[in-house]
């Protein structure tokens, strides 16, 4: 079975700022993918950042980065450069073999 | 272009009456899915599709029933729901299909969703 744990329920960040939102996970599969996705209040789940297993490197997109740590098996999103735009529900999530298991997300609020 | 939509964004129902969700696609994806949210919590699956064939139902009621007409379609029609069927309806997309034997970790994505609203 898969988990992921998300222990942050709500995280401030000053605008501007760079900002970490953690994420671990538990899996005994050894090929797996790790996402974050970014849930507005509007409800639409807009996907931000892949890491596979084998991945060596982090990924980055833009301002968001992946630190991927598969020993400690934690895959951290990082945002740098805080907008006011980026206030919303951040959810760290596992897919295999089409399920995806989500974590309980992080509500971000940016301040001006 | 990773676009997604769903119809209609809204819909309020009765517990008598039926109605369909739509969910479009058009980037060749082979694997689509329906997931129920609830307020402040993350989504559920409920169904995927792999290659127009139901492929995951996670033990959902009968009274959600998926269908996929074809590789871009994907409906869920809805008869004699119950209030705490209440929920945010998300469709997602995916490209490859669900290959026996094979793991499979592509990104999935979402449409806006149908606020679903059950009286």
């Known amino acids: 079975a898969q988990k992921i744990t998300q222990t942050q329920p709500g995280m401030f960040v000053q605008e501007k700022e760079a900002v970490t939102l953690d994420c671990t996970y538990d899996?005994?599969?050894?090929?797996?993918?790790l996402f974050w996705y970014k849930q507005p209040s509007s409800g639409e789940m807009i996907f931000l950042i892949y890491?596979?297993?084998?991945?060596?490197q982090n990924a980055t997109e833009g301002r968001y980065s992946l630190n991927f740590q598969k020993a400690r098996k934690s895959a951290n999103l990082v945002i740098s450069a805080s907008q006011l735009g980026d206030s919303a529900m951040y959810f760290c999530?596992?897919?295999?073999?089409?399920?995806?298991?989500f974590g309980d997300g992080t509500t971000l609020t940016v301040k001006p | 272009d990773t676009e997604v939509t769903q119809t209609p964004k809204h819909l309020v129902m009765g517990m008598t009456n039926k109605k369909s969700l739509k969910c479009e696609q058009h980037?060749?994806?082979?694997?689509m899915y329906w997931y129920k949210q609830k307020a402040k919590k993350p989504p559920e699956l409920m169904f995927v599709y792999s290659y127009e064939k139901l492929s995951i139902n996670e033990s959902v009621p009968s009274r959600f029933s998926p269908e996929c007409p074809n590789s871009s379609l994907l409906n869920l029609h809805l008869h004699a729901l119950q209030p705490e069927d209440s929920a945010l309806y998300l469709c997602?997309?995916?490209?490859?299909?669900?290959?026996?034997?094979?793991?499979?970790?592509?990104?999935?994505?979402f449409g806006p969703g149908t606020r679903l609203t059950v009286l």
């Open positions: 890491q596979g297993s084998y991945d060596e």
């Open positions: 899996t005994s599969d050894q090929s797996y993918g």
């Open positions: 980037m060749g994806h082979r694997a």
């Open positions: 999530a596992m897919s295999r073999r089409g399920k995806s298991t």
């Open positions: 997602a997309s995916s490209q490859d299909g669900l290959a026996g034997g094979a793991a499979s970790t592509d990104t999935q994505y």
